[in-house]
């Protein structure tokens, strides 16, 4: 049996695949997975902000509409829920992927990176975790974080 921790960082590096996949575009490298009950890919996104002139082009809004798309008219299309996904991402969410995240009833979430300036997954916010909304997402943080935070580091340095 695989261990939680290794098929984290398996589905991290599917992740990260976008991430990278991102820097055609020149955008921020970030990805996420969204994946079904079983592991296996939904749907996928990346940061496309400046390839769309989208400023909520974050690659967890992208991946979270795919996956809604992907399953609206199946067998299992509950709508616009998430209920039975995890959403895998490289950088902790922000304020608005968080808020999103909470809204798809998405039940875990498993990140990479911290993000010590715009984090909501228990950072700057814990939007995730927090009772007074109507649920609770549980994180798992840190996975693969150096790879992640390499890629970011890399970036801005770039640019710099």
Known sequence: MISRSATHAQWMGLALDEARAALST????IGAVVLRPDGT???TGRNRREADGDPTAHAEVEALRAAAATLRG????????????????????CAMCAGAIVLA???RVVFGAWDDKAGAAGSVFDVLREPRLNHCVEVDAGVRE???????????????
């Open 146 to 160: 150096a790879e992640c935070s390499e890629l970011l580091r890399d970036f801005f340095a770039e640019r710099r």
């Open 105 to 107: 009833r998405i039940p």
């Open 26 to 29: 020149a955008d921020v490298p």
């Open 41 to 43: 890919v939904l749907a």
């Open 74 to 93: 199946t067998a299992n299309d509950d709508g616009w829920r998430l209920s039975d996904c995890t959403l895998v991402v490289t950088l902790e969410p």
